[in-house]
């Protein structure tokens, strides 16, 4: 107990008195925990909209013409059937003129001329989302069009795959900027330890004199870049809260509709910031006692 308290207070006290370069390191720390904070943000704002308008994708199946209301009854059966498909909605003949009609509001005269009603009756299905997938939608819809009655299957392939592709790409630039960050973190605090031990090698000299063990030495600074991980990921952390407040209260003056598609932070990751941040320098000052001979 009495080496963990002089440990402490040894870190402490070196701390504040190389305070400039101490500022400097936490604020490395902490701007790049904001940036790597901010852009996991944006990927669970962006995996939010893409999840919202994944649930308005669907399959549209259009009919034969002749078909009977019998075989169209047990096309639909077919579909509640299938555990892939969340919804099943039939628009007949009539309806589709009727929203073609709404669609073109004052051009819908247009249509009065027409002798029969040329639009098929169809289905809509939605799948679940955790099925979005494009090969798999694309073979769902490859298996439907050889259905007895199924005229032709349409759904927004390009538009799925893109929105597949950004979800991805979102993804791994997080991973990859994550494990950036990571790196540079861990690299700056082991550059600050690595000159605070050569500043204070006249003090470890008397220390080892006086029968001072490696670790009794190692701790103070595996200490000091404990806390300047802390202090740099509570900067982040407490700049991201700002930031994000004041994007959020500002949104509902200037883009009502940002609004809808902005998602609250969890307190769990503001909270975790500073752990994280504690845990990149303890492994950066770690390497660097490590390294050194003395």
Known sequence: ???????????????????????????????????????????????????????????????????????????????????????????????????????????ASILDDLEQNPLPSSFELKLKSSLLEPVFVKKKAETIVKMPGVADVQYGEKWLASLNTVSRIMKASTIFLGGAIFIAIIFITYN??????????EEIETLKLLGATKSFIRLPFLLEGLVLGVIGGIIGSLTLYGIHSLIV?????????????????????????????????????FIAVGKIRY
């Open 1 to 107: 107990m009495r080496v963990l308290l002089y440990s402490i207070q040894s870190a402490l006290k070196n701390i504040w008195a190389e305070k400039w370069i101490n500022l400097l390191t936490t604020l490395s720390v902490g701007i790049g925990l904001l940036i790597l904070s901010a852009f996991i943000t944006v990927s669970l704002n962006m995996d939010s909209v893409l999840k919202k308008w994944s649930r308005s994708f669907g399959i549209v199946v259009y009919l034969d013409d002749q078909i009977s209301a019998e075989a169209t009854g047990t096309v639909r059966d077919l579909f509640k059937q299938d555990a892939d498909i969340m919804e099943v909605n039939y628009i007949s003949e009539d309806e589709a003129l009727s929203e073609l009609r709404d669609i073109l509001g004052a051009d």
């Open 192 to 201: 600050t330890i690595k000159i605070f031990f050569y500043r204070r090698k």
């Open 249 to 285: 209260a500002k949104s509902i003056d200037f883009m009502p509709s940002v609004r809808a598609i902005i998602i609250s932070i969890p307190d769990e990751i503001f909270l975790s910031v500073p752990f994280v941040g504690a845990f990149m320098s303890f492994i950066g000052s």
